[in-house]
Nanobody, 117 residues
């Protein structure tokens, strides 16, 4: 049974930074692509960043240059470093496991990120 557990969310002022973590279990972590999504009420969940098994990354235009996704296969963990945060980054952030670039299959429960102006 796959489990994805996010942590690191919280409240921060605009311009600040947060690092999200997602610990995976129940699967061969290194064999899966990983992604971070975010969702605000009444809007579609959007892909923020993804990373393939080989380490290739992809970002939404809205976060390019500010967010960095990385993975540590030894720790079965994927990270999302978020810098220069803006109020519009406020959302629930979800970790996902899947394949390619990027199709999700399994989801975490999400962690709230709130950026105040």
């Amino acid at each position: 049974q796959v489990q994805l557990v996010e942590s690191g969310g919280g409240s921060v002022q605009a311009g600040g930074s947060l690092r999200l973590s997602c610990a995976a279990s129940g699967s061969i972590f290194s064999a899966n692509a990983m992604g971070w999504y975010r969702q605000v009420p009444k809007k579609v969940r959007e892909l923020v960043a993804s990373i393939t098994t080989g380490g290739s990354t992809n970002y939404a235009d809205s976060v390019k240059g500010r967010f960095t996704i990385s993975r540590d296969n030894a720790k079965n963990t994927v990270y999302l470093q978020m810098n220069s945060l803006k109020p519009e980054d406020t959302a629930v952030y979800y970790c996902a496991q899947g394949w390619g670039t990027f199709t999700p299959r399994d989801w975490g429960r999400g962690t709230q990120v709130t950026v105040s102006s």
